[in-house]
């Protein structure tokens, strides 16, 4: 495993880049795919990203790292089970695997830390929530229900 660190500079580059993309987010991992250790990333999200709901096939931690930000769980229908504030003051976050999922912003430049088991295998990371919205396709009406439903 390559360690390594994130610089200041490197996160404002990161914050710009999440600021700049269509997505309105930004991610930098931080170990190679193949590493069987935790897979660990540093998420920048703007509000009005709009991340697909999925699970994980693996337990997922998440920890905030700045401004603030609501955990969204799901049923396999689409159903809401439960919402998490992601703040200084509730910093942590355990997702069992196979927990659907989504995390939306409610503060520019809000960041989490995401940490997988691995080695990362692109074909058993993730299942997207089949009733929910693609995120190239028409999303708008579906985000705004999630965001008036907080």
Sequence with gaps: MNLEKISEEELRELVVKSIESPKKRAIK??????YEGPQVC???IQ????????????DESIIHC????????FDENGGLIKKNDLNQKSPYLLLPKQTYHTVVALEPNSAI???VQGP???NKFRKDLEVAPRENENYGRYFDLLINNL
């Design 120 to 122: 990362h295998d692109p």
């Design 29 to 34: 991992t931080f170990c190679e795919d193949s």
């Design 42 to 44: 540093l998420n920048v």
């Design 66 to 73: 700045s401004g603030r930000l609501i955990s969204i769980w």
């Design 113 to 115: 830390w995401m940490i």
């Design 47 to 58: 509000p009005g990203s709009y991340m697909r709901p999925h699970f994980r096939y693996q």
